[in-house]
């Protein structure tokens, strides 16, 4: 596990640079798209607490930002600081700040019960312990709070998985090495992909921490949607 978190803060470090370029290639322009989706499902509105774990460059964090208007208030939570750099450049002038901190998913610098939005995105293969990291989102979320889970997708369509795995493997790397110079960290996402869970796991890894969560497949499947509600004691 120790020797999977070194390189993941490796890997990132590498590609925060070009980060957000590969996601917009590698997805073909789709990434944004699911990210307003799960800002739309996470049911947010004023007043709320909200907590963006794995942040990166803080995408999700922008879009819950701006969703609540500053009537609440977000928090970007990343362990890598290359990458949170990166995230302090996202926001406009004038619009509402984020608090970006520097933290580990699995260990989160919160007391319990604390937030009512918790999200992540495509980050949660890069835990190197899971049922840890799902544990403590779950922990920092208020009773009836909603856990926000968008990751790479498990297409139910045969031919389309196929392709889906093939473009991974291939195109994807491409676009990597292209922005980069470096073929690793793209190796590395596309066999972390492969090796995920399958949803059904993934929702039943999500009920057993405490929540009553549902699978919700994007764009044919190529994403993955777990709308994930914290069950009150």
Not at 194 to 218: D, H, I, W
Request: charged share 20%; net charge positive; proline share 4%.
């Amino acid at each position: 596990m120790e020797s999977k978190r070194a390189f993941v803060q490796r890997l990132f470090t590498t590609i925060a640079p070009r980060y957000d370029w590969f996601n917009r290639l590698g997805s073909l322009g789709l990434d944004q798209r699911w990210r307003r989706r799960a800002v739309g499902e996470s049911g947010l509105s004023g007043g709320m607490q909200v907590l963006d774990v794995c942040t990166g460059t803080g995408d999700l964090a922008v879009l819950c930002a701006r969703r609540l208007r500053g009537r609440g208030a977000v928090v970007g939570v990343d362990f890598n600081e290359t990458m949170l750099r990166g995230a302090t450049h996202k926001q406009r002038p004038g619009e509402p700040a984020i608090g970006w901190l520097r933290g580990d998913a699995q260990a989160l610098p919160f007391g319990q019960e604390r937030f009512d939005r918790v999200v992540i995105g495509f980050s949660t293969r890069n835990l190197s312990d899971l049922t840890q990291g799902l544990g403590e989102m779950v922990r920092v979320l208020k009773p009836r709070g909603r856990l926000m889970i968008l990751e790479t997708g498990r297409p139910s369509n045969r031919l389309v998985r196929m392709g889906y795995l093939a473009f991974l493997g291939t195109v994807a790397r491409v676009i990597g090495f292209a922005l980069t110079g470096r073929v690793w960290p793209f190796t590395y996402l596309a066999r972390s992909v492969k090796g995920f869970l399958s949803p059904e796991e993934m929702v039943a890894l999500l009920n057993a921490c405490g929540t009553q969560a549902r699978y919700v497949p994007l764009s044919w499947g190529l994403a993955s949607l777990y709308v994930a509600d914290k069950i009150s004691a």
